[in-house]
């Protein structure tokens, strides 16, 4: 019993010696792949380096008006621009269009906080098949995942990504996917 009592008080310890440090951890956006990196090198400019590698692509779960997933969009940074990658399921077929919204909020069923269109860049309409399935990949200018870029989504508000109907305007009433790029900070 002693063996668990100094080994758990040990484990706190390095927990506050950790936390009370003067680092900040590098800040990694939602559902990125973090690799264990074994360079020992300290510059500020290689930690942003690391920080940009580790950031270039996100993952977000999509959600319907019912909170069920339904499928992922993967942001990939790459030389060309941003690459967007919709992986849908069981959504009915039509017409959709995808949006980027300033706010980090996509709850369902109506998603209404995840706030206004984003503008600065064109963003692709879909075509749902039959079977309900959305296997697409689509490159969009003059946006990035990567904080100091211009056109960032990684802001203080957050962003998050809908998808809507394409009955009528972006009105948050046809607003029927969606997902958190990046939560408020």
Request: contains cysteine; proline residues 4%.
């Amino acid at each position: 019993m002693k063996k668990w009592t100094k080994g758990g008080l040990l484990l706190m310890a390095s927990v506050i010696l950790t936390a009370c440090t003067d680092v900040d951890a590098p800040k990694i956006a939602p559902g990125t792949n973090q690799e264990e990196n074994n360079d020992s090198s300290t510059t500020e400019e290689s930690d942003l380096a690391e920080t940009d590698a580790q950031m270039a692509v996100l993952k977000v779960d999509l959600y319907n008006t019912n909170s069920k997933i339904v499928g992922t969009a993967i942001l990939d940074e790459g030389e060309e621009g941003l690459s967007l990658t919709l992986n849908l399921e069981k959504v009915n077929s039509g017409q959709l269009r995808v949006q980027f919204h300033d706010n980090g909020s996509a709850t369902p069923p109506s998603f209404e906080d995840a706030g206004e269109e984003i503008s600065f860049s064109d963003t692709p309409e879909i075509e749902v098949s039959e079977n309900g399935v959305v296997d697409q990949t689509f490159v969009l200018e003059n946006v990035s995942i990567l904080p100091k870029e211009e056109g960032t989504l990684a802001t203080e508000n957050g962003t998050s990504i809908i998808i809507h109907s394409k009955t009528g305007d972006t009105a948050s009433d046809n607003r029927i996917i969606g997902g958190v790029i990046f939560p408020p900070q």
